[in-house]
């Protein structure tokens, strides 16, 4: 299975676990691009909508591509009573818009599992003069905030994380938008902190795409591992996330 549909099988936890971004970011794109009532919107991949509210409730007529027919069908059960909702189960990379064009494209940690070419030149081809792309992603630290534990779990992964196939992902260039016809890129960076006791800790890296598809034995002993690295350093995890903005135009 790759990687990019691997999120399908866990809707539910996915749901629960993922991480959100800060209201600051969603104030700063909002004004930004301009979004609210008689602006048509795109989001590529929204997973269960944890970068869909603030979007959503602007009023603009809101559209999504999922790919998880399972994430498609939570997202359904979520919001699919709101007028202004609309989605399709389908992958981005081959979906025919037909004359569909957008005052605001943007995704939360998912464009980046497209093509680069594909995805910045069907963006720019489905934006209509003037549109906007934003990229959001979130950067995590829980390092700083407690060495010991990290060195821990860092120790576990290096004893048991043994994934058949290795997650190679990370050669997306966000900034090469401009390449493509973009201008006006700009970064925005927004801060935030997430505590996690060890319950939820297992389970949120339990949404990891590489940790998913992670075999026995070792995913067993691996899991165990990070419970007894949390119970031995206080059974808490910080992160200190940084989320990451980034805004470009399609040329009037």
Known sequence: MEFRKVFDTIPDQF?????????????????????GPGK??????????QATDPILNTGCDYNAIELGENLYEKMKEKYGD?????????????????????????????IQWIPEDIAFSKTFELLKPGGTLAMMLTVSDYKSPNEDLYAGIQKVYDEYFRPETVYTHGGFRYDNATSYGFVDLEKREFCGRREMDTDTYIAFCGTHCDHI????????????????????????????????????????
């Open 213 to 252: 598809v992670l075999p026995e034995p070792y995913k067993t002993k691996f899991y165990d591992g990070l419970r007894t690295a949390m119970e031995e350093h206080g059974g808490k995890v910080v992160f200190k996330d940084t989320y990451v903005l980034y805004l470009t135009k399609k040329p009037l």
């Open 15 to 35: 749901d629960k676990y993922r991480p959100r971004y800060s209201q600051e970011l969603f104030d700063s794109l909002i004004e930004y691009a301009d979004i």
């Open 40 to 49: 048509t919107v795109l989001e590529l991949g929204p997973g269960t909508g």
């Open 82 to 110: 709101l007028p202004n909702f609309h989605i399709i189960n389908d992958d981005f990379i081959t979906h025919d818009f037909a004359e569909q064009k957008f005052d605001m494209i943007y995704s939360a940690a998912t």
